[in-house]
Structure formats: structure tokens, C-alpha cells
């Protein structure tokens, strides 16, 4: 029995009986809360108004005790404010329950206009009104010079509000915002989780000890396969199921059936392995970073990382095989996607409009392109085509992270941590570019420590995984050129291989030159059309600037004090993921915070064979340094002005690639570690990154 009293044990059967308590309290007090129900989307369609019209609108109401609706008009007289376009006797409304009962009546004048576009009918509370119909009436009695009510298409499966006028029906379906109350979310929710709990409980006791099976499990990694299709499963149904009870009113269980029990397996295969201090940290990698990454994935909505429209025309342009023709063909509409074009049937290849990809180099894409071109091939919905190209760069990400943390020869479960950062994942998890130049700057890092510190020799495939990975590294961003400097650490074994292989050197440098030369000779620089479209007309050329700089080298000094004290703060936010998408999801800062703690934890996680010396601690450190000058200079010269005081367009994820590099100094031999505490860690890791995912699902149904 002394076995299974600890303290893992405790906090799972503590979270169980809370869950139970607040399930019979829900259950017992039949708790209410306050819901905005919207019984629909869809685009903007308007009616003028005459005198004599009558205008009806059955709504079913989706809350109980109802107390108010809402209806969206619109005035184009002059640009007037609704509110200043009504005059008493213009117009009344009424509504009426199912037995014909009048519940609300007043005149237009006197109701209140929201944000100027919204008309609020506030009445009593009507108990048990879920599931009831209500008719809304509108009596016109002088034309209006303006236009009422904007009336809305619906998807073609949903089931919303009608619309009458003059007791003829309108093909088009009104949405109404309803306000009133639902039974709390807490039932359904805790039920949930006390299933969960319960389902972890078991796998951990009855699977963690199995040796045999576990052994089976992770032959050929076929487990992590299976965890990483139910966590895209578990994650698209959730999606789905969000978007239909959050705009259309109906939920299909279906998906809620789906992502219960691709979660179940995700739970199963985290129960077995999560703690085990036999499993592998690479394996490890991938049994967490999985579920999490794929979060990223799917709940930051397509073209909402940082440029990544730009990026994903070239991922289109290489789908295509156009390697140096600009002009492309994509899908209609897709600029302006929202999370109801990921359910647009009309959606289709078929439907393209001629648009202009940027001169980025195509190997950052070949991954990409390959998810949009298996798409066209399966003659799918570019959504899913969109979805595929980014997946594909996020395989990439796990395989690399995968021998990344498997070859690195110390600091193996910081990297884990730090391969885990929000913003790393968050454009990981994207066609941006920065997908794979961070991550072959992680996978580069760590071959050359692993060839430094456990190796000792360099052979064909490791020059070659050398020359590739920094290949990726030096076309995504020239800035992190200074990261090859890093060989000096290993000099002596690029000697020795120099002198035994002299031909094969001289090829796989010659191609691998030829590679990233050619194309810089052809476009010049890399992302050109980015900084076209983005930046504003500057009086200075890059050249005037930097020769001003040169011949007054003390210019920069003052800006570099204004810009740390200004911009430094943001520069970290940044960097750990406080704001995401287009840097315009707000993340709730404690959740920052908690990554924060445990990156600072992760490095004394591991009892370290290697510990970084002299040399090492010096070179890491002047890459760090001029690196980080080189990103600002870098900044100020593409978008700057001279007369600026601090430096423009500077993110934290542009530091990705190098701090890493002053964290592995941090590494130390020791003979002491913090034990029994990597299972809570990655539970609260994985628990950190579902509330901030949270906060971005938030931010996209509001």
C-alpha cells in the first residue's frame, strides 16, 4: 500500500475528489451563468424601409431566461448615427412568445443603439425560455432614409432565425444576439475531467510497470504516430465542435465523441511513458512535444503568424515548381480567411485569383510545398491544403527536434524546455521561415557540441548534416551567419577530415555554396517583397545610412540606450510567447511566467556528463553579443531612418536561434539533481500550454 501514497498520487487524487465535489454542487445547485448567444454568421446583405412595412422575425432561443435580443442594422444616410436618425412615431417593435403573449413593446426612438449599428430590446426575464419561439415585430410608419436591419446569409446547413416583410419571407436569414443564462459549463466540463483523471490513474498503475509492453510500444516510435494523429484528431474536433456551438447554436457529437476519445489515447500513452526515468529525453521530446506543438498548429488560425501570407505564396509558388516566375495563381478569398472560411464548401482550387510571391529561398519551402501539392493532388479544400503545408513543416520540427536533443551531449532536457517555448512552436508550427531556420540552428548547435564533446571525429554524414543544417540556417536570416563560428570548436576534427576526404570536401561545399550563392545572385536578398510592401518610404538608402554610421560610429550609442529602455521589455514578451499570432493575441502573463519557471528549473534537471569549457563559454558568448547587434543593426538599416531613436520592427523571436547558446552555459557537472520532479514539470508544462491556448481560441471567437 506505502507504494502508491506519493506525491504524484496525492495531487491526482486530490484534482479527482475537487472535480467530484464541484460536479455534485453543480449538479445539486443547478448553477446559471450569464451566456451571449449569436445565432449566426454570414455576410451582409440590407433592405430599405417605407412606410407600411411590417417587418417579422421568429427567433428560437438557445438560453434560459431570456432577458434580451439584439439586432445588428446599419444606416447609410450621411453616415448618421442610428441613434440620431429615429424620431418618435417612426416606427414600433413588439415581441411575442409562442402563446401570442406580449412580453416587450416600444417605440424605435426610445431603444437603445449599441456601437451605433446594434439595436438592444431589453425586457424581464422570461424563465424556461430555452428552446421556446419568440416573434419580434416591427411596424414602420414614415419611410426611412437610410437602411434597416443587416440581414445575414447563413451557412447552407444551419438552422437560424427568418425574416419576414410584409408577410413575405426573405431568402436570406437574420442573425439575432440573444442574452439570458445556461446551465454552467462546470457539469460537463468536470465530467470530463474526472474521466480523464480516472483514465490516468488507471494507465499509470496498470501500464507504467509493463516493461514488455512498453518495449513493443516504442519499437520503429510507431507509438508516437498513433499520439500524433489523435492529438490532430482530438485537436480539429475540438475546433470544430467550438465553432458550431459558438456561432451556429448545434454541436455534432460526433466531434465530441472524436476528441473524448483521441484524448483518452493521448492520456494513455502520456500515463505509460510520463515519468519513466528509463525513457530516452529524445523520446521524451516527442512524447510531450507532440500534443503541444500540434496546438500550435491548429488553434493559431491560418495566416495569423507573422507574414505568413507571404510565406505561404511561396510554399504555393514551389507547390507549383515555379522556382523564378513571381506570378502565381491561389485561392480565391484566402487572404481574408476566418474561422468560418474553414467550412466553406465553395472553397476550392478551381476558384484562383493571380497574386505575387516573394523571392524567398526555396528550400525553406520544400516541405510546405510538398503538404499543398499532395493537397491538389487529393483534389481536397485549400483549408486543408493550407493545414497540410504547415503540418508538414511541424514533422520537420519534431524529427529534427527529435535528433537535435538526442545529439546534443548536455543540457538534453533544457533543450527539450526550450524547444517547447510558445513562440518557437508558434512559428514552427507555420510556413513561415523561421520553421526551419530555428530549428536547423538547434539541430547545428548541438552537432557540433555532439561532435566536440562525444564523438571526438567527423565523418562524411556528419559533414554533411554540418553543412545542410547551416545551409538553412544562413538563408533564412543572414544575421546568424556569426553561428558558424561554432566550428571552431571543433577545428581539429574538420582538420583531420580535410586531410583524409579532400574531393568530397571540396564537392559537398562546392554544392552546398552553389546552392545558397545562386539564388542570392538571382534575387539579391531574401524576402525583399515583405520589406516592399510593409515598410514606408525612407528619405535614406541602406548604403547613406550605413555610411553615416561608420563615419560617426558614436551615433548608434544613444539609440542603443533608447531602444533597450523603450523596446527591452518587449523583446522578451516576445521572445517567450506573451503575445502570438500576429502579435496580436494578449497571453495572460502568468502563464509566461510559469514557462519562465520552468526553463530556469530544466537546467538542473539533468546530472551532466559534460559541462561547457573555456573555450566554448567564450565563442557562445561573442555569437550571443554580435549576433544580437547584428538583428538590431540589421533592423535599422531595412526599415530605420536616421533621424530615429530607437529601432523599428525588432521581435523577440529573432533571438531564437542564439539564446540558447547562454543557456547551455549555464550546464554544469554535478552530482545532484532535482529528482521526483520532471513528471509534475511536464504536467504542469502541458497544463500551461493548453490555458494559453485557451487565451487564443478566446481571442478568435470573440
Not at 545 to 555: E, R, S, V
Request: hydrophobic share 50%; net charge positive.
Amino acid at each position: 500500500m506505502k507504494r502508491y501514497i506519493n506525491k504524484v498520487n496525492i495531487i491526482l487524487i486530490s484534482l479527482l475528489l475537487i472535480s467530484e465535489i464541484l460536479l455534485l454542487l453543480n449538479y445539486i445547485l443547478d448553477f446559471q451563468t450569464p451566456i451571449e448567444y449569436n445565432t449566426g454568421i454570414s455576410d451582409n446583405v440590407t433592405k430599405n424601409l417605407k412606410k407600411g412595412d411590417i417587418i417579422e422575425i421568429t427567433t428560437t432561443s438557445k438560453v434560459n431566461n431570456l432577458e434580451a435580443l439584439q439586432i445588428e442594422i446599419v444606416a447609410t444616410a450621411d453616415n448618421a448615427n442610428v441613434e440620431d436618425l429615429f424620431e418618435p412615431g417612426d416606427g414600433f417593435v413588439s415581441i411575442y412568445d409562442e402563446k401570442n403573449k406580449l412580453i416587450y413593446y416600444s417605440d424605435l426612438q426610445e431603444i437603445k443603439v449599441f456601437d451605433n449599428h446594434e439595436l438592444y430590446l431589453k425586457f424581464d426575464k422570461i424563465k424556461d425560455s430555452n428552446n421556446k419561439k419568440y416573434r419580434i415585430v416591427m411596424e414602420i410608419n414614415r419611410n426611412l432614409n437610410h437602411k434597416l436591419f443587416k440581414l445575414r446569409k447563413t451557412p447552407e446547413d444551419g438552422k437560424f432565425d427568418s425574416a419576414k416583410i410584409n408577410g413575405e419571407n426573405l431568402k436570406e436569414d437574420i442573425s439575432i444576439v440573444q442574452y439570458g443564462t445556461a446551465k454552467t459549463e462546470f457539469y460537463r466540463v468536470f465530467f470530463m475531467i474526472v474521466i480523464f483523471i480516472l483514465f490516468f490513474i488507471f494507465c499509470r498503475y496498470n501500464l507504467k510497470n509493463n516493461e514488455v509492453l512498453k518495449k513493443k510500444l516504442l519499437k520503429n516510435k510507431k507509438i508516437f504516430i498513433v499520439e500524433f494523429i489523435c492529438s490532430l484528431i482530438a485537436s480539429f474536433s475540438y475546433l470544430i465542435f467550438k465553432y458550431q456551438s459558438y456561432y451556429c447554436g448545434q454541436t455534432d457529437l460526433i466531434f465530441y465523441g472524436a476528441f473524448a476519445l483521441a484524448t483518452l489515447i493521448i492520456l494513455a500513452i502520456l500515463g505509460t511513458f510520463l515519468g519513466d526515468k528509463k525513457l530516452k529525453r529524445e523520446d521524451l521530446f516527442l512524447l510531450i512535444g507532440i500534443p503541444i506543438s500540434i496546438l500550435y498548429l491548429v488553434f493559431i488560425l491560418p495566416l495569423n503568424v507573422p507574414d505568413e501570407f507571404y510565406h505561404y505564396r511561396v510554399s504555393t509558388k514551389i507547390s507549383m515548381l515555379k522556382l523564378f516566375n513571381s506570378d502565381i495563381m491561389i485561392p480565391d478569398n484566402l487572404e481574408v480567411f476566418n474561422l468560418y472560411s474553414l467550412f466553406n464548401k465553395n472553397l476550392s482550387y478551381d476558384n484562383l485569383t493571380e497574386s505575387i510571391a516573394g523571392d524567398y529561398h526555396p528550400i525553406l519551402y520544400i516541405f510546405s510545398g510538398f503538404g499543398i501539392l499532395l493537397s491538389k493532388i487529393l483534389h481536397l479544400n485549400p483549408m486543408i491544403g493550407f493545414y497540410m503545408g504547415r503540418c508538414a513543416n511541424l514533422i520537420v520540427f519534431l524529427v529534427v527536434g527529435y535528433y537535435t536533443v538526442k545529439k546534443l551531449p548536455m543540457g538534453k532536457f533544457l533543450m527539450i524546455i526550450y524547444l517547447l517555448n510558445p513562440m518557437f512552436l508558434q512559428q514552427a508550427a507555420s510556413f513561415s521561415a523561421d520553421a526551419l531556420t530555428n530549428i536547423s540552428s538547434m539541430f547545428f548547435i548541438a552537432y557540433v557540441l555532439y561532435i566536440r564533446y562525444d564523438k571526438k571525429e567527423v565523418e562524411t554524414k556528419d559533414f554533411l548534416c554540418l553543412v545542410i543544417s547551416f545551409l538553412y540556417v544562413l538563408v533564412g536570416k543572414y544575421a546568424y551567419f556569426l553561428l558558424g563560428l561554432l566550428l571552431i570548436l571543433i577545428w581539429k576534427e574538420l582538420k583531420n577530415y580535410w586531410k583524409k576526404n579532400k574531393r568530397v570536401f571540396l564537392i559537398i561545399t562546392a554544392v552546398i555554396l552553389f546552392v545558397g550563392l545562386s539564388w542570392l545572385i538571382f534575387t539579391r536578398v531574401g524576402a525583399k517583397e515583405v520589406t516592399d510592401v510593409l515598410s514606408y518610404n525612407k528619405p535614406q538608402s541602406n548604403e547613406s545610412k550605413l555610411i553615416h554610421i561608420l563615419k560617426n560610429p558614436i551615433y548608434m550609442l544613444p539609440i542603443y540606450i533608447n531602444n533597450f529602455l523603450v523596446n527591452g521589455n518587449s523583446y522578451i514578451i516576445t521572445f517567450l510567447g506573451g503575445y502570438l499570432g500576429a502579435l496580436n493575441i494578449y497571453i495572460t502573463p502568468i502563464y509566461t511566467l510559469i514557462y519562465v519557471v520552468i526553463l530556469s528549473l530544466s537546467i538542473f534537471m539533468d546530472q551532466e556528463k559534460y559541462e561547457a569549457d573555456k573555450k566554448m563559454k567564450i565563442i557562445n558568448t561573442i555569437i550571443f553579443i554580435l549576433t544580437f547587434h547584428i538583428v538590431l543593426a540589421g533592423l535599422y538599416l531595412n526599415w530605420g531612418v536616421i533621424t530615429d531613436i530607437v529601432i523599428q520592427g525588432v521581435q523577440g523571436r529573432y533571438f531564437i536561434p542564439i539564446v540558447i547558446l547562454v543557456l547551455l552555459l549555464a550546464t554544469r557537472k554535478r552530482n545532484w539533481t532535482l529528482k521526483n520532479v520532471e513528471f509534475p514539470i511536464l504536467v504542469i508544462l502541458l497544463i500551461n500550454n493548453i490555458l494559453i491556448i485557451r487565451d487564443v481560441i478566446t481571442y478568435f471567437l470573440i
